[in-house]
């Protein structure tokens, strides 16, 4: 093992733990604005409940995804800097403007946002989230063009070793980008709408005294409960849970549709990416698509690549035998299993996802007779075994876009540019095995321990659920002096 092997590891799980914030801080982000919207145009309390609620696990999350993105940057200089070198002229504009811009008008309008609960009026706290918002979405969009640009190259020449830019907007509107961009902020909803899922799951089962696992129970339900404000949450989680469900259901929707694009662009601009993923290994006419080892449908991978069922997919030896004609001797050839299982695992995780919301809305779903005791305006009250099958699907989503990530990232290799520049000769010279493996254990280690302090912050939050409402004005005998604590008003300032 050499500083390369080290320098990718440390790269891939940095990244890998970073891109676990970007995409729920993306989708959730829009959930809270959605909600906060609502209670503005309608009025109704429990959509500021759930503003507030969902509202600090956002910021929870924002504030990891923030620490975590500041490594990447550095070690751009530390492991890559040959390859920041090639590559500098190129990024410097994007990167720019995800930084002056995109980011910029995020963290500011955000903090608006935090503090300036019932300091701003309601429309302008409103518009500063939205704001906030579209910074996060302006700033993936930049960032993948930046990504997109590695994979297919285009606006730029290559003069003294470098790439000098010579149209941005080329760069900008990269086709790769053009589909990558929509496809990564579809499954960013995805994951939002699954992370959604699972807190309301638990907060379903946790109010009705149940467990995650059946035959648990989480604590006793008592009659005193069932006269507390906290008995009417059900109708305030069914309004989140249907707008979680349609929103993981239409943004599976779109993930598909660009999912199609992204494989045809594939199997012009990056030939060996797409038959790594079927493992393909030969040209085939009518190429099959494997569903599973030794599962296979005649000419469906042909009809998605090119959409002629009888069209020629290239396979990786023959792919490996033009590169060494156009590039020289050398392994042009991914890590095979890893790129074959992970398109698999990207598109079953997901799929199970995107299934999951299909099957709650219809759980969920208002029918014309009411059960007896069931309010007018409710749906079908949602089953225990839904909810915690929402909460066992909490990993699902994050591991369908992580697995989509080394799908997209490992199968480029062993290019960091398409066609410019190999990974071997981006590394930075200068830097020996054992300074990368310091800073490897040293990232790892203090990962692990942010990644508990999330988990714990996030659990503490959701187990103590939204904010109550305040008591009705009357004798203070009219709240149980046991819970007139837990009942009283709290703070405006929440954050």
């Not at 004798?475 to 008003?489: F, G, I, K, S, Y």
């Amino acid at each position: 093992m050499d500083a390369l092997d080290l320098a990718r590891w440390q790269f891939g799980v940095t990244t890998v733990y970073h891109f676990l914030f970007v995409p729920l801080t993306i989708g959730l982000g829009v959930y809270v604005a959605g909600l906060q919207t609502a209670w503005l145009r309608t009025g109704r309390e429990h959509y500021l409940r759930l503003t507030r609620f969902f509202g600090k696990l956002f910021l929870i999350n924002f504030a990891m995804g923030v620490v975590t993105g500041i490594v990447q940057e550095f070690q751009f200089g530390m492991n890559w800097s040959e390859y920041s070198t090639f590559v500098g002229d190129v990024f410097g504009a994007p990167l720019a403007l995800e930084a002056l811009l995109a980011f910029f008008l995020e963290s500011t309008f955000l903090g608006l946002w935090i503090f300036g609960w019932d300091r701003l009026p309601k429309r302008v706290h409103l518009a500063c989230l939205w704001a906030a918002v579209i910074g996060s979405n302006l700033s993936a969009y930049f960032i993948l063009a930046a990504n997109a640009w590695m994979k297919h190259p285009v606006g730029y020449e290559v003069v003294d070793g470098r790439a000098r830019m010579t149209d941005l907007w080329a760069v900008l509107t990269n086709s790769t980008a053009l589909a990558q961009v929509p496809h990564v902020v579809a499954a960013s909803f995805v994951v939002a709408g699954g992370f959604v899922l699972a807190v309301i799951g638990y907060r379903v089962l946790r109010e009705r005294g149940l467990g995650v696992l059946p035959g648990r129970r989480a604590r006793t339900v008592t009659a005193e409960d069932a006269t507390t404000p906290m008995r009417r949450l059900p109708d305030m989680w069914r309004t989140a849970l249907r707008a979680a469900l349609v929103m993981t259901a239409i943004a599976g929707a779109v993930v598909a549709g660009t999912g199609d694009l992204s494989g045809r662009l594939l199997h012009e601009q990056q030939p060996m990416k797409l038959a790594a993923a079927e493992g393909l290994r030969h040209d085939t006419a009518g190429a099959p698509f494997s569903i599973a080892p030794g599962v296979e449908v005649p000419g469906l991978l042909s009809l998605l690549a090119a959409h002629d069922p009888a069209a020629t997919v290239q396979g990786v030896d023959d792919i490996q035998a033009r590169y060494e004609k156009a590039f020289g001797p050398a392994d042009y050839t991914p890590n095979l299993p890893v790129v074959f299982w992970s398109f698999r695992v990207m598109i079953n995780f997901g799929m199970a996802t995107v299934g999951l919301s299909v099957l709650g809305l219809w759980l969920t779903r208002k029918r014309r007779g009411r059960r007896a005791g069931q309010h007018a305006g409710q749906g079908e009250p949602l089953p225990a075994w839904f909810a915690r099958l929402c909460v066992l699907a909490l990993p699902l989503p994050a591991t369908a876009i992580i697995a989509g990530w080394l799908l997209s990232e490992i199968g480029r290799q062993p290019w960091t540019v398409q066609g410019e520049l190999m990974t071997a000769a981006s590394v930075s010279p200068g830097v020996s095995l054992t300074e990368v493996a310091i800073t490897l254990a040293v990232f790892t280690v203090l990962y692990g321990v942010l990644a508990l302090a999330e988990g714990a912050l996030l659990l503490r939050h959701v187990k103590a659920g939204p904010e109550l409402p305040a008591p009705a004005p009357g004798p203070a005998a009219a709240v149980p002096p046991a819970r007139a604590e837990e009942t009283r008003l709290t703070p405006t300032l929440m954050y």
